[in-house]
């Protein structure tokens, strides 16, 4: 089973408006780590997130938030008010306990569009 | 800010040329990754090392590739020979493990084409 489900190719939203992307995860661990990662087209990856398992508030970086819910294993990014360099592939990526928190498992990444 | 350095950004060469990529972490991060990104494969860890000291390098074909890390400043990824099918993105990456909510920090990438 993939230990990081993207399920969502490819996203479009309009300038403004707010968009989730989604992410589930497979783990037996109760100890791990949840991160998100920017794609531009330039290539570079900029990490923008990061939810911890024993976390009790979702977190929050400015115009990223992560909606995190345990029980569903689900980590969603939600990006508020998109704006037109937000178009990029966004990959969700996960640090279990069981690899000595050292790896990321990274899923296969969602392409966002942001329209004007 | 701190960045991880790799360079070439971009190598062009033809099959069975031997491909040296180098990467500077951030000083002061214990642990280095490579990861190689293809279209069809996504983003695959090939090895990572601990202070210096190779942990895991299962992700990499052993008869061509080798990694190294001769000093705290320098990693590198050889390829020899070379095959087109090696053709992606290699990135390098650093950070602090035990660090738990510390990301990894990745280079802008080696662009590798094997003709």
């Known amino acids: 089973a993939q230990k990081i489900t993207q399920t969502q190719p490819g996203m479009f939203v309009q300038e403004k408006e707010a968009v989730t992307l989604d992410c589930t995860y497979d783990?037996?661990?109760?100890?791990?780590?949840l991160f998100w990662y920017k794609q531009p087209s330039s290539g570079e990856m900029i990490f923008l997130i990061y939810?911890?398992?024993?976390?009790?508030q979702n977190a929050t970086e400015g115009r990223y938030s992560l909606n995190f819910q345990k029980a569903r294993k689900s980590a969603n990014l939600v990006i508020s008010a998109s704006q037109l360099g937000d178009s990029a592939m966004y990959f969700c990526?996960?640090?279990?306990?069981?690899?000595?928190?050292?790896?990321?498992?990274f899923g296969k990444g969602t392409m966002l569009l942001v329209s004007p | 800010d701190a960045r991880v350095t790799q360079t070439p950004r971009h190598k062009v060469t033809e099959m069975g040329q031997e491909v040296t990529m180098r990467c500077q972490p951030i000083?002061?991060?214990?642990?280095v990754f490579w990861y190689r990104q293809t279209m069809m494969q996504g983003l695959e860890l090939l090895a990572y090392?601990?202070?210096?000291?190779?942990?895991?390098d299962s992700g990499m074909p052993k008869d061509r590739f080798s990694a190294e890390m001769p000093d705290a400043t320098l990693a590198t990824l050889k390829i020899q020979p070379s095959e087109p099918r090696d053709s992606a993105v290699y990135f390098c990456?650093?950070?602090?493990?035990?660090?738990?909510?510390?990301?990894?920090?990745f280079g802008d990438g080696t662009r590798l084409s094997i003709l």
């Open positions: 990456a650093s950070g602090l493990v035990g660090g738990g909510d510390q990301p990894q920090h």
């Open positions: 783990t037996s661990d109760q100890s791990y780590g």
């Open positions: 939810q911890g398992s024993y976390d009790e």
């Open positions: 990526a996960m640090r279990e306990r069981s690899s000595g928190y050292s790896t990321l498992t």
């Open positions: 000083l002061g991060h214990n642990t």
């Open positions: 090392f601990r202070n210096r000291a190779p942990l895991d």
